[in-house]
């Protein structure tokens, strides 16, 4: 279909192959019960005269787990859903009325989120190709910094020339950071003179901002600057403030008299006897006080790593809403969460690819991918908690009075950011974001969907948002345990997908939601099914069936069909072979720390580490990224456990080695037929493994594994497989 003979504003795909993917499903439905059927009808394994049941029972429980999580993996691949959108259209039809957008840029710590970061993804959506009297940015910060708010204020400068010169060069990406390294000296003789005088502005701007940052307060000089400093004379800390609103541009006019959006500065009010409902309560406010300021119907939010790659994209999301035929059902459009410092083979499986390129899709298919926290564009009334109504349509064309946002004064604005302001009232309940949870937003996308409404995926290339990827072992592991913690919370809370969903959503969306939500219980059958059989491989205890024997072939065809698929889907979801190695290896990794400690802690209720990863790391580590060399650097209970596991099968790798060394070739025949599965699996561990071998007992720079971490997890390692070798 092209553009001409829809009638639509967008148009949607159904996946190829759809066939045979549910045929090969089948085949490994199949394989999964024969199996389950094997360990319900065999003897467990005698050996030294006693029964292994409790060994026995514990591949079962994980077999089981294993094969109804794959078919919770097979709700996002039933059904793949790709959509286009037709911005030509939405121009030739609404370019006159195009609604008011607003734009919430979140940061929280001018330490670990640098300003001259935050500013750049600010600028990036300030100059969208989009009427600037309909756009208002937002940028809340959270740490209550004088140095963001300064930063912010010579962004507002700055923002006289680039918008003019983004509009006038059309150039992209428009985060100045991202296009100043990415472009070189333009031929053309006028973009050249432009571009020069465009670059050494921003080269001014970047030297202040950094230098302030650098040392940590604004001069007095600077100050005078602007009327805004004042509002830090009564500020005691980042945790104990008064709120803070400053509007830096009201539409004023940029130097070729164009209008600019708005810009406003936000940090809300703070108290240490008030609890702030990390980001969750920042949004909240921002919902609030852009009501009284720009009140657009559609809000953007974006976190303040994240910049905008492309400047249609907000036409591109307006094309769902605007949609006369299916618009109306749809309650926020989510964009991928891309990253631009992804190394080729992505040693830290950073990309999201399969997320991006599968799982995503496959939502879409079931009702609507999950709300992710960036990149997402929502209805304001529906984030306010409207519930879905087939009859209610918008109707943008006179929805778009500008008379209509009331003059209020900043003291009234200021009091809606207040700690008190939400006492008593439903925000964080059933209006704005969700509180009491670490990923409020993926539960608040669900409770948007429950409510009724749809979510569309919007995967165009290139990419709409990009941001910056964890670039250490440390910081993927704990950025990943804090997910799958939230995401275990989500589970066992009131809006639970698994009851609060349940006769509200798609079946297939719930499954959906619970691969994701599943994600830290999962840690417990991995780590048994990556040491037990390990482990039997020292004494000889066979919980697989022998390579003769007709079980084997379940066990056979889902290793190899099973692999082979997930390389197969990793390639085609753009990524290499290495990365797709690399990718298991942290996939373990995650597996059996991140997810393990998640649980552990929310059974313990305790918390082992919160930690906001951050964004800034020195230059060696830089390098090593580069050269795709795993940095474990720092000794943490994480690392631990990943390298006592890893040391563990080493140590039964050798044990095996030296043990059918001492046999006669008839037995050690025997063995390796009875025992092939312990071996490939102990095998595989091993050489997924090398690099963290290397980073224990070869590399010497400062990224290898700590000597504490090495000594721990070594002397571990023989502990536990000498206690099992006597036992
Ligand atoms: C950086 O800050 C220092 C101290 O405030 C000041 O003396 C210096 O001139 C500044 N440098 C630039 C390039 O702004
Ligand atoms: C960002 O946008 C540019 C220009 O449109 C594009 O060439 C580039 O591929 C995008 N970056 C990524 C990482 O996709
Ligand atoms: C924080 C960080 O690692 N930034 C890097 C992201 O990737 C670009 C390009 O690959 C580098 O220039 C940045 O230093």
Request: proline share 5%; net charge neutral.
């Amino acid at each position: 279909m092209d553009e001409e003979n829809s009638s639509g504003l967008f148009e949607t795909h159904r996946g190829k192959g759809r066939k045979i993917h549910r045929l090969y499903a089948t085949t490994v439905l199949v394989s999964i019960v024969w199996i389950w059927v094997y360990r319900a009808m065999q003897k467990p394994p005698v050996y030294g005269g006693r029964s292994w049941w409790w060994m026995w029972m514990g591949m079962f429980v994980a077999e089981i787990w294993f094969g109804l999580y794959w078919l919770l993996t097979q709700s996002v691949r039933w059904d793949p859903t790709y959509r286009r959108t037709f911005k030509q259209k939405l121009s030739l039809r609404y370019e006159n009325k195009l609604p008011r957008v607003d734009i919430f840029v979140c940061t929280a710590d001018p330490k670990i989120e640098p300003p001259m970061m935050v500013v750049s993804t600010v600028l990036s959506v300030m100059a969208y190709d989009y009427p600037p009297e309909n756009l208002s940015v937002y940028l809340s910060d959270d740490g209550g910094s004088e140095l963001t708010f300064y930063a912010l204020t010579q962004a507002a400068v700055f923002s006289k020339h680039w918008l003019p010169y983004c509009r006038n060069y059309k150039v992209e990406p428009r985060s100045p950071v991202a296009y100043f390294r990415s472009t070189s000296q333009p031929s053309d003789a006028k973009h050249d003179h432009d571009y020069t005088i465009v670059k050494k502005l921003f080269e001014e701007m970047k030297d202040r901002i950094e230098n302030v940052t650098k040392n940590g307060r604004v001069p007095d000089g600077l100050r005078l600057e602007h009327e805004g400093f004042a509002e830090w004379d009564s500020f005691t800390s980042s945790r104990d403030h008064d709120a803070i609103v400053q509007i830096l541009l009201d539409h004023n006019q940029d130097a070729e008299g164009h209008k600019l959006p708005k810009l406003v500065y936000l940090a809300r009010e703070k108290r240490p006897e008030h609890f702030h409902n990390f980001k969750a309560g920042a949004m909240n406010a921002l919902i609030r006080v852009s009501s009284k300021i720009s009140n657009g119907p559609i809000i953007l939010n974006v976190d303040c790593d994240m910049y905008s790659n492309r400047s249609d994209t907000v036409r591109d999301a307006l094309c769902f809403f605007m949609d006369e035929e299916k618009g109306h059902e749809i309650g926020f459009v989510q964009y991928p969460q891309c990253f631009e410092n992804i190394t080729k083979n992505d040693v830290y499986g950073g990309s999201l690819r399969v997320i991006n390129e599968v799982d995503f899709h496959g939502l879409d298919g079931n009702g609507g991918p999950l709300y992710v926290g960036t990149g997402c564009f929502h209805r304001r009334d529906i984030l306010l908690g409207k519930s879905f109504d087939a009859k209610s349509r918008i109707d943008w064309k006179t929805d778009n009075d500008h008379e209509k946002t009331p003059e209020n004064t900043i003291k009234e604005i200021k009091s809606l950011a207040s700690c008190t302001f939400e006492i008593g009232t439903e925000w964080g309940k059933e209006m704005g974001l969700k509180y009491g949870c670490p990923v409020e937003d993926v539960i608040t996308g669900l409770s948007i969907h429950c409510r009724g409404w749809k979510s569309v995926y919007n995967n165009a290339k290139p990419e709409a948002f990009l941001g910056v990827a964890a670039t250490t072992l440390d910081q993927t592991l704990v950025q990943h345990k804090r997910w799958s913690e939230g995401d275990l919370l989500i589970l066992i809370s009131k809006y639970s997908p698994a009851w609060y969903g349940l006769g509200k959503v798609n079946p297939g969306l719930i499954m959906g939601y619970m691969m994701y939500c599943l994600w830290s219980p999962s840690s417990v059958p991995t780590v048994f099914y990556s040491i037990v059989p390990s482990l039997c491989l020292l004494k000889g205890i066979p919980l697989f069936p022998t390579v003769t024997s007709g079980w084997f072939l379940p066990f056979a065809y889902l290793i190899v069909s099973i692999t082979a698929y997930d390389y197969l889907e990793f390639l085609w979801s753009g990524g290499t072979t290495r990365g797709w190695w690399n990718g298991r290896r942290i996939w373990l990794y995650k597996r059996t720390s991140s997810y393990l400690f998640a649980l552990l802690d929310t059974i313990l209720g305790s918390d082992l580490s919160f930690v906001i990863s951050s964004k800034v790391i020195d230059n060696d580590v830089q390098e090593r990224y580069e050269k795709e060399m795993i940095e474990f650097g720092v000794s943490s209970p994480l690392s631990t456990t990943v390298a006592t596991i890893s040391m563990l099968n080493l140590v039964c790798f050798f044990g095996l080695v030296i043990k059918s060394g001492l046999m006669d070739s008839e037995t050690r025949r025997m063995y390796y037929e009875t025992m092939a599965i312990h071996v490939a699996l102990c095998g595989a561990f091993v050489v997924l493994n090398i690099p963290l071998y290397l980073a224990l007992f070869v590399r010497k720079d400062k990224g290898k594994i700590p000597n504490s971490v090495a000594v721990k997890s070594v002397f571990l390692a023989l502990f536990i497989s000498t206690i099992f070798y006597f036992l």
